[in-house]
């Protein structure tokens, strides 16, 4: 089964092919995009990929509006989140979602699992994310708020590890890295509160 991650974003503007492509240049001169669907003006999907010709991940550009394959994304993931915790990272993420217009879902191919692949991808992920008015979900994870916490458990039940999550309270996030297989951690989480033994960050300063 294909593996995506997606860029999210409430701006219609997109990077032209040359923009991006100069990005690769400057950082990750070993890869290169060419144009898959559409022009290299209006660009539908572009092919990341290593200057040997090892496919690293498609791009594709799905403009939201009515009709599109990008309202069918927005409405596939506001049905997944129907029973999403935290709810108020849920319910935050519902009024995001309803202002994208532009989801750029890069599909993960062979190259990605390498890491000069995966270095270049995620040099684009975060190029298109640092535009702003963005965030990311990837499938199996979740997504993210602007500042790139995760905000909702959409995680497998054995997962485990450190991670970097938020939790809205009062209009304020609170940052702070959990590990995802603690029972204590994870209980906290869903339960929209940061685990207590754990030391937050606000969003523009340390908690107390």
């Known amino acids: 089964m294909a593996y995506y991650t997606r860029v999210l974003s409430k701006d219609e503007e997109f ?9 690769l240049a400057s950082n990750h001169s070993g890869f290169k995009l060419s144009v898959e669907e559409g022009t290299e003006e209006e660009w539908e999907t572009l092919l990341l990929s290593s200057t040997d010709e090892v496919e690293v991940a498609l791009l594709e550009r799905n403009p939201v509006f009515d009709g599109s394959t990008g309202q069918d994304e927005i409405a596939d993931f506001l049905e997944d989140l129907q029973d999403a915790k935290p709810e108020t990272g849920a319910a935050w993420l519902e009024e995001f979602l309803g202002d994208v217009k532009t989801i750029y879902a890069f599909q993960h191919l062979q190259g990605a699992d390498l890491e000069d692949g995966g ?27 602007e500042e790139g916490f995760h905000i909702v458990w959409q995680f497998s039940d054995s997962v485990s590890g450190p991670w970097n999550m938020g939790i809205l309270q009062d209009d304020v996030w609170h940052h702070f890295t959990m ?26 300063g340390p908690r107390e």
Do not use: C, K, M, Y
């Open 15 to 23: 990077p032209t092919l040359e923009e991006l492509a100069d990005l």
């Open 119 to 145: 270095s270049a991808l995620h040099a684009l992920r975060s190029a298109l994310w640092e535009r702003g008015d963005a965030i990311i979900q990837a499938d199996g994870e979740g997504f993210t708020n």
């Open 179 to 204: 590990d995802l297989g603690d029972p204590d951690h994870r209980e906290a989480f869903l339960a929209g509160e940061v685990p207590p033994d754990l030391t937050a960050t606000l969003a523009g």
